[in-house]
């Protein structure tokens, strides 16, 4: 069973999934070595303000999907990155993180930071994006 699939199974029970949130390599081996740790998700503003940015889209999306990749390779757990809202093209941010083969990265429902955006923008960036 690949990562992805394992991760899609254990979001559907049975219990409740515990996803420990990493900001960097170090942090994700210490959640992974925790007796019953099944996934590993990432932090976005800890990650970020690990890079010396503040949370909010202001790091360059390389830097992020870089550490994102490198925690993702260090542990033989799923992991779930969270990409903000997709970083100013939510469409290119899905594909590029595909194609560094991370299988799940949620997309927060925010317009400008701080503000929840309205609920058929939301349903329009969700719709946009490619399948994890």
Same mark, same amino acid.
């Given at each position: 069973?690949? $990562?992805?699939?394992?991760?899609?199974?254990?979001?559907?029970?049975?219990? #409740?999934?515990?996803?420990?949130?990493?900001?960097?390599?170090?942090?994700?081996?210490?959640?992974?070595?925790?007796?019953?740790?099944?996934?590993?998700?990432? +932090?976005?503003?800890?990650?970020?303000?690990?890079?010396?940015?503040?949370?909010?889209?202001?790091?360059?999306?390389?830097?992020?999907?870089?550490?994102?990749? @490198? #925690?993702?390779?260090?542990?033989?757990?799923?992991?779930?990155?969270?990409?903000?809202?997709?970083?100013?093209?939510?469409?290119?941010?899905?594909? @590029?993180?595909?194609?560094?083969?991370? $299988?799940?990265?949620?997309?927060?429902?925010?317009?400008? #930071?701080?503000? #929840?955006?309205?609920? +058929?923008? +939301?349903?329009? @960036?969700?719709?946009?994006?490619?399948?994890?």
């Amino acid at each position: 069973m690949s $990562r992805c699939e394992e991760r899609r199974r254990l979001h559907h029970g049975p219990g #409740i999934l515990v996803l420990p949130n990493a900001w960097d390599v170090a942090s994700a081996k210490a959640f992974a070595q925790l007796p019953g740790c099944r996934a590993v998700a990432t +932090s976005s503003a800890a990650l970020v303000r690990s890079l010396g940015e503040e949370d909010g889209e202001h790091a360059p999306v390389d830097e992020v999907l870089r550490v994102v990749q @490198r #925690i993702a390779a260090a542990v033989d757990l799923p992991v779930t990155a969270d990409l903000e809202a997709g970083y100013g093209d939510r469409v290119r941010t899905h594909a @590029r993180r595909a194609a560094e083969g991370l $299988r799940r990265a949620p997309l927060h429902d925010q317009g400008a #930071i701080g503000r #929840i955006a309205p609920s +058929s923008s +939301s349903s329009v @960036r969700f719709a946009s994006s490619p399948p994890p």
